[in-house]
Nanobody, 126 residues
Framework: QVQLVESGGGVVQPGGSLRLSCVVS????????MGWFRQAPGKDREFVAV????????YNADSMKGRFTISRDNAKNTVYLQMNSLKPEDTALYYC???????????????????WGQGTQVTVSS
């Protein structure tokens, strides 16, 4: 059974930065493409970014390009989301997810993912 555990969330002022981490256990992380999603109260879950199993290709949602960067360290079974220039509208519960689909790149739909973490809360407020 694959388990995903996110960490790194918190409260940050507008313009600040946070780095989220997602540790994969139960199976090697390199078996999966990994994605980040977020969900704000009263809103649908939203795709944030995805990274291929090798880490060679990433794809971000348009609204976050240039601010958010996804990366991974397969030796540590960990995926990261570096978030810079945070805005109040980035406030949400952030989830990491694992997809066995290692051929496609734009895994923007949650249906592609088999495993999900419990989420880590990010609040951007002054």
């Amino acid at each position: 059974q694959v388990q995903l555990v996110e960490s790194g969330g918190g409260v940050v002022q507008p313009g600040g930065s946070l780095r989220l981490s997602c540790v994969v256990s139960g199976r090697t992380a390199s078996s999966y493409s990994m994605g980040w999603f977020r969900q704000a109260p009263g809103k649908d879950r939203e795709f944030v970014a995805v990274i291929t199993w090798s880490g060679s290709i990433t794809y971000n949602a348009d609204s976050m390009k240039g601010r958010f960067t996804i990366s991974r360290d397969n030796a540590k079974n960990t995926v990261y989301l570096q978030m810079n220039s945070l805005k109040p509208e980035d406030t949400a519960l952030y989830y990491c997810a694992a997809s066995p689909d290692i051929l496609r790149v734009r895994l923007t739909n949650g249906a592609f993912y088999d495993y999900w973490g419990q989420g880590t809360q990010v609040t951007v407020s002054s």
